[in-house]
């Protein structure tokens, strides 16, 4: 008989983020942005249910810092006894962001959930019916860091048990986008008999080889601009001859980049009617927080930045869209001007230039903003940023820095 075991896979929760970049929007979108992440849990549990799965897994940073938020554990518990109720089992461990000893609440969750209580790589059993069915293996952060490989600790003992499924929260070895935790190569992942290696950390879904699945379902719920897009879990059926996957969307807000070219535009005023005339040809399906890049050939658009014409007219279109039933909202605005004037054409000798590109070149950028991070004040408020981040920041810098002293000819 061909048995089978059928669970969602999801990692990186990160209950109740703070989205502190969105702070100056209005309240009462700011509110609605600030209870996505439980909303997206609560998607979770009703696909769970609908689906009449086994099991679900969460392999790490259920919440988004240490301190566990009390709202969160227990929104997570309530979700849990949902779960309990129709007799779906949860086995969770916790990650970077969620590591054991930050944790400083006492929550306890229902009996249908199965916790990797330490950091060495265990198993824990699923029954279905009296049966063994499947062996589930992981382990959970005791410290902000793993650091060292732990895919020599997943061993299958028990070769009668027709589901070992391992969960994993990490990255792989030489990855430099992201914090690299207990790192692996697929190599040593696919070199062993599991079915499904369900990973975490990593807030991009991904299915990095098929056979076996070794997957990221990313994050539930996008916190930031570089977290675009529909964001979820998977749903997996695991049979002895084959393995399905498919993709549940959960996130409540989606973040959304978007460009638009208004090339034609020859005064300030006329970016409303392109903005608001290319909004209306999207189909919305849900609150979205666009991520806006105009287009444009000259450096006027930078004039209508530089006083303020821009951003009237960005506050008028979200006052409208704003109000939509299916709301959105511009809450970054960047310009992508084609022409520049070369270095010659500039009252800036091309040396200097040269220098100017060959310093951005060379500074990762953290130096500039450490300061402020390690300010006694400000790091009670602030995280540090990843290295993503401050990249981002860097090109957002070096991009305005050279359109200024290239195009400050025209003016
Ligand atoms: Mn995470």
């Known amino acids: ?25 209005p309240a009462d979108l700011f509110e609605e942005i600030k209870w996505s992440t439980f909303q997206a849990l609560e998607e979770l549990v009703r696909a769970a249910i609908d689906k009449e799965i086994d ?17 969160a554990q227990i929104r997570l518990k ?21 590591f054991l000893k930050g944790n400083i609440h006492q929550v306890t969750y229902p009996d249908n959930v199965h916790i990797f209580p330490d950091e060495q790589v265990r198993d824990l059993d699923f029954y279905k019916n009296g049966e063994l069915l499947a062996k589930i293996y992981g382990f959970s952060y005791e410290n902000r860091a793993v650091i060292e490989n732990k895919t020599s ?3 299958i003992e028990d070769t009668k ?26 190599s040593e992942l696919t070199e062993k008999d599991f079915k499904y290696w369900a990973l975490g950390h990593i807030h991009k879904r991904a299915v990095l080889q098929k056979n076996p699945y070794i ?40 973040f959304y980049p978007l460009k638009i070219d208004v090339s034609e535009c020859v005064a300030a005023y006329q970016l409303e009617a392109i903005i608001m005339d290319s909004l209306k040809s999207l189909k919305v399906t849900r609150p979205q927080l666009l991520d806006l890049t105009l287009q444009a050939n000259d450096t006027s658009l930078r ?15 979200n006052e409208s869209i704003s109000q939509e039933q299916l709301w959105r909202y511009i809450f970054h605005v960047q310009l992508d001007i084609k ?21 951005f070149a060379e500074n990762s950028g953290i130096d500039y903003v450490e300061q402020l991070y390690q300010h006694r004040q400000a790091r009670k408020y602030l995280d540090l940023p990843s290295q993503e981040e401050v990249s981002g920041w860097k090109q957002e810098a070096e991009a305005r820095l050279f359109d200024q002293l290239l195009g400050g000819g025209r003016r």
């Open 55 to 71: 099991f679900v897994l969460i392999t790490g940073d259920l919440f988004d810092n240490e301190k566990q938020s009390l709202k």
């Open 303 to 317: 004039n209508w930045q530089a006083n303020g014409q821009l951003e009237d007219v960005l506050d008028i279109i």
């Open 161 to 186: 048990v027709p589901f070992h499924i391992a969960m994993l929260h990490g990255s792989i070895k030489g990855n430099e986008e992201h914090d690299t935790y207990a790192p692996f190569r697929l």
């Open 215 to 254: 997957v990221y379902p990313g994050n539930i719920q996008g916190r930031h601009r570089k977290e675009t897009g529909e964001k979820g879990c998977y749903l997996v059926r695991l049979t002895e001859m084959e393995t399905t996957l498919d993709f549940i969307p959960l996130n409540r807000i989606e």
């Open 1 to 25: 008989m061909d048995r089978e075991v059928t669970f969602i896979h999801a990692a990186d929760l990160h209950l109740d983020s703070p989205f502190k970049g969105l702070m100056d929007m």
């Open 339 to 359: 022409e520049r004037l070369e270095p010659s054409e500039t009252s800036f000798g091309e040396h200097f230039i040269d220098e100017l590109k060959r310093s």
């Open 153 to 155: 600790e997943y061993i």
């Open 78 to 98: 309530k979700a849990f006894e949902q779960l309990k109720d129709q007799g779906i089992a949860v086995f969770l461990s916790y990650g970077n962001h969620d």
